[in-house]
């Protein structure tokens, strides 16, 4: 089965999976799997993102001041490329061999909510949350790669986790921890580092850029829509010493303004491997003339945000 980049209705199809969950030492026992909730909508102050079953329980789309910044038609997480397998992660799936019907898919085995730093207790299909704090606590398996991912919402930031422990070696053609679907109505782009502004550029306006961009030394990306005066800013604040975390995005007209977090490009995850990546989402408003300049600030800010746990 192909990447699945652009969610189709079918995938709701395949929601579940076994598991065990995830608890809080403070907590009551939870539901199991079959009782997490499908859809869940999360809003922090001035942020807004979504809980997906249909994404393996991953973070879906981010809105800021009720505009869309980041697309809900997309995958968010983490997707392994095994070499000789394929895609396999957040919203990717593949065909099981020799086995017609059946599919292949990121194993969640935790799931845990807090709001306000207090566990969700009990759980319904579809569910709206609005508060100071959000959190969200996550196990999964890749194969032999074991994830525990976070979400969080505070201070009017979004910052997420992806802790890598691998069982075993795999062999990889490519992975990302951490991805984001910016808008296909932002309208302008820069890269950076901690130095300044690396690259800029405006996004296409029809078409696609199908071979991606590159970004090997950046350490932080802003997008703006001139059209809103919002923009947001994806700051990378960790990564494996030993691990590439290079930016590759792609411009895709009408779609989304992706960037990818990749890393173990084209090599083999050790086993015993232990490692974190960690981003940190803010957001901005400016005028067309001086977007840059606040995004820049803002990257500044972002750099000295606590990390979580």
């Known amino acids: ?8 209705p079918i995938i709701v199809l395949h929601q579940l999976c076994s598991g065990a969950l995830l608890l809080d030492a403070t907590a009551p026992a939870e539901p199991n799997q079959s009782q997490w909730p499908q859809k869940v909508v999360v809003t922090v102050g001035d942020v ?11 973070h879906s789309g981010i809105d800021y001041q009720d505009d869309v910044m980041a697309t809900e038609e997309s995958a ?55 508060g ?13 790669l074991n994830l525990e991912s976070t979400v969080s919402i505070r201070d009017g930031v979004l910052v997420e986790t992806q802790h890598w422990h691998a069982a075993k070696a795999i062999d990889l053609r490519m992975s990302y921890p951490l991805m984001y679907a910016w808008t296909p109505n932002a309208t302008h782009y820069v890269f950076g580092d901690d130095n300044g502004v690396q690259k ?3 996004f296409l306006t029809e078409g ?33 010493a030993d691990a590439d975390a290079w930016f590759q995005w792609t411009d895709a007209a009408g779609v989304y303004r992706k960037l990818r977090i990749m890393t173990f490009v084209e090599k083999i995850v050790p086993e015993g491997f232990d490692g974190t990546y960690q981003s940190v989402v803010g957001f901005f408003s400016a005028s067309e003339s001086d977007w840059e300049a606040v995004a820049v600030r803002r990257a500044a800010e972002l750099k000295s945000t606590k990390a979580d746990s």
């Open 1 to 8: 089965m192909s990447t699945v980049q652009k969610l189709l």
């Open 132 to 144: 100071g704090s959000f959190r969200m606590e996550r196990r999964s398996k890749i194969r032999d």
């Open 48 to 58: 807004r993102t979504r809980i997906e079953g249909a994404k393996m329980w991953t």
């Open 208 to 240: 696609t850029n199908k071979d991606g961009g590159m970004e090997k030394t950046a350490r932080w990306m802003a997008v703006f829509n001139a059209s809103t005066g919002k923009g947001s800013v994806f700051y990378l604040l960790e990564h494996p």
């Open 200 to 202: 800029r550029g405006v």
């Open 76 to 130: 968010y997480g983490t997707v392994i490329t095994i070499r000789g397998v394929g895609h396999l992660g957040t919203a990717h799936f593949l065909d099981v061999p020799g086995r017609p019907g059946e599919i292949e898919k990121e194993n969640v085995i935790g799931f845990a909510l807090f709001v306000d730093g207090k566990p969700v207790t009990e759980f319904a299909p579809e569910m709206d949350f609005r």
